[in-house]
């Protein structure tokens, strides 16, 4: 939440800082702000609340600097107006600061700096960097930003502006992204690669604890206690125009269209035909190693926990072995026992995601092992657990994820065979999920054709003010991130039920103008589930069912939206059947005129509690 963009060179920083803030808005968008520093014309500062191009509107003419830093914010503390934009200063305007994260100790230092007579013009935490900077009588601006900082107590990437100091900025993190690119005789800082890629593709990730000094020559890591470490840039195998949305009318569109190579990708290398296994590496475990998982534990936040929950059943289903999701929001504050014999897998898209982040530390504290699930490469959770499955994905940028999510079913689709197959999954079987796996990029590609004919169902589902989503065993999770998927993007309430559950409360709420989206595959439930649809028709409930070709709906037929997708294995279904449920919440925002790539209140990565 929230981007930071930086630049020292040659060039004027203020274009190529908004233009890096454009590409970082997914992170946070309820304002925004720029600070450039030039030799003997000191600081200069505007932001303003709203999007980048009210920014853009609003810069004076003469802003002139070729060391800057900028940010997008998603409000904490305060609210979204000019004063609480970033970049915030010190009194005099010497010091300015662009932080993402949350200083938990903001109120006491806010109190103290009140009694020495200092006042905070802004509700936020930030502001209080900036003081504690230019109080500090270090005679570097390195030494400075490290005696604030051993004041401070929480989350932070920062970056450090001083009037004094006009060839540099000052960056540090802890538990927020920041990654430094390496330019020729420029360099860049990002909270993102989104803002990185057009000028470079060398990075440095910074780790958690870590300081940089950036130059136009170059840059230097080193401690907070400025002992100097060893960060080597690195050469990242990116296509810039991946982060483009092209003729796209939005990232989210162009994310869902990209999902069958998306899958192609996550699949390459990873499929044992002859053994009807796969190989994942990355774990750095061996089939000794698996047998003796006893128990699996899947953490993740939003979707990602969604998809985690698919993930479990699949795996307890293969593997035969007891396997769960938690939200990794609520896991570490229930003080959970972590057991020696059991797999810990953490998922996130970003690798930043704060809860899940901070629950991986938790269970390597007690000693348990976790493997990570991530798209981003060099990313905290992936640097945190060491181990895990590279998703492939290719960027996201969407708020909403879609290719990501699917990306993560195919993750856990590997690892439960793998697991499965080292216990007592038969070959067969093993080869029969492998042949479907690889079917999933074709079969997806048919899916999204249907896109066409989903228009008009999503326009009466628009229409609704509230909605249910309802499945049955592998369909329930399914039916939970239709449902998160629908709301994230088109504002309206929708809300998701085990379709067993109806009679037990839910059904009082049906009527004729509350739409029910099931999700019937046709499985050894499938007589179950239409019995529940025809409970819903006789109360006059709309019907819009996600099934197979040949399941009967009986005499209720001709009275609902059937939509059909395409049979895999039966473990396998379920990833399909998401599909549908992404392009119904597209449309229908869409047809309601929502900002889908930023919707309202949210952000992409969520990387405070």
């Not at 990313?379 to 699917?406: D, F, N, R, W």
């Not at 999933?440 to 589902?461: C, G, H, K, S």
């Not at 050894?524 to 197979?548: F, K, M, Q, W």
Request: a negative charge; aromatic letters at 4%; hydrophobic letters at 40%.
């Amino acid at each position: 939440m929230c981007g930071i963009v930086g630049y020292v060179g040659s060039e004027p920083a203020a274009p190529l800082l908004l233009e890096g803030l454009g590409r970082l808005e997914h992170r946070g968008y309820d304002s925004a702000g720029v600070a450039v520093l030039s030799s003997g014309k000191g600081l200069k500062v505007a932001k303003k609340a709203g999007r980048v191009r009210d920014l853009e509107a609003a810069l004076p003419k003469r802003f002139n600097g070729k060391t800057g830093i900028g940010h997008t914010r998603w409000a904490t503390h305060g609210p979204a107006n000019d004063v609480n934009a970033h970049p915030h200063t010190d009194a005099k305007g010497q010091v300015a600061v662009v932080h993402n994260g949350i200083i938990d100790n903001a109120s006491a230092l806010r109190s103290e700096l009140a009694d020495q007579g200092i006042d905070l013009a802004s509700d936020t935490d930030t502001e209080v960097i900036a003081h504690l900077i230019a109080a500090s009588d270090a005679e570097t601006l390195e030494g400075r930003v490290s005696q604030a900082l051993a004041r401070i107590e929480g989350t932070y990437g920062l970056a450090v502006l001083h009037a004094d100091f006009p060839d540099r900025i000052v960056v540090a993190r802890n538990g927020s992204p920041l990654i430094i690119g390496v330019g020729d005789k420029e360099m860049h800082v990002a909270s993102d690669m989104a803002a990185l890629v057009r000028y470079t593709t060398t990075v440095v990730h910074l780790a958690d604890g870590e300081m940089a000094t950036l130059t136009a020559h170059g840059y230097t890591t080193y401690r907070e206690d400025l002992s100097a470490t060893d960060r080597v840039a690195k050469k990242m195998d990116i296509d810039p125009t991946a982060y483009d949305a092209g003729e796209h009318e939005s990232y989210m569109h162009k994310e869902m269209l990209e999902q069958g190579e998306a899958v192609e990708r996550t699949l390459r290398g990873r499929l044992d035909e002859r053994f009807g296994t796969s190989h994942l590496g990355g774990l750095n475990m061996d089939a000794r190693d698996l047998r003796a998982i006893k128990r699996v534990k899947i953490l993740g936040c939003g979707s990602a926990y969604y998809v985690g929950q698919m993930g479990a059943m699949l795996i307890e289903e293969l593997a035969r072995v007891p396997a769960d999701a938690e939200a990794a929001s609520e896991f570490r504050y229930r003080n959970p026992i972590i057991e020696p014999d059991t797999l810990y897998v953490a998922v996130s898209q970003s690798g930043e995601t704060v809860d899940t982040l901070l629950a991986a530390q938790e269970i390597r504290r007690k000693g348990g092992r976790v493997i990570g699930l991530v798209n981003v490469v060099g990313s905290a959770l992936a640097q945190e657990c060491g181990a895990g499955i590279y998703l492939h994905a290719g960027p996201e940028v969407a708020v909403a994820s879609t290719k990501a999510l699917t990306t993560m079913y195919v993750g856990f689709s590997l690892l439960a065979l793998q697991l499965g197959r080292v216990r007592d999954l038969s070959i067969a079987d093993g080869k029969r999920l492998v042949e479907g796996l690889k079917d999933l990029p074709r079969q997806i590609e048919e899916v999204l054709a249907l896109e066409p004919t989903l228009v008009e169902v999503a326009r009466r589902l628009a229409s609704a003010e509230s909605l249910f989503f309802i499945g049955r065993v592998r369909g329930y999770p399914v039916a939970r991130e239709g449902a998160q998927k629908f709301k994230e993007v088109s504002y309206r309430h929708a809300e998701a039920y085990q379709t067993s559950e109806l009679k037990h409360g839910p059904l009082a709420l049906i009527d004729k103008t509350v739409p029910t989206v099931a999700i019937v595959p046709d499985d050894e439930l499938a007589d179950r589930n239409v019995a529940s649809l025809h409970e819903i028709a006789a109360r006059g409930g709309p019907l819009v069912v996600i099934t197979h070709p040949g399941v009967d709906l009986g005499e209720i037929r001709d009275h609902v939206v059937r939509i059909d997708v395409p049979r895999n294995e039966r473990e396998l279904d379920p990833i399909l059947m998401t599909i549908p449920l992404q392009m119904l919440a597209y449309q229908a925002a869409a047809q309601l005129g929502r900002d889908i790539d930023k919707p309202r209140n949210l952000a992409k990565s969520v990387t405070v509690e």
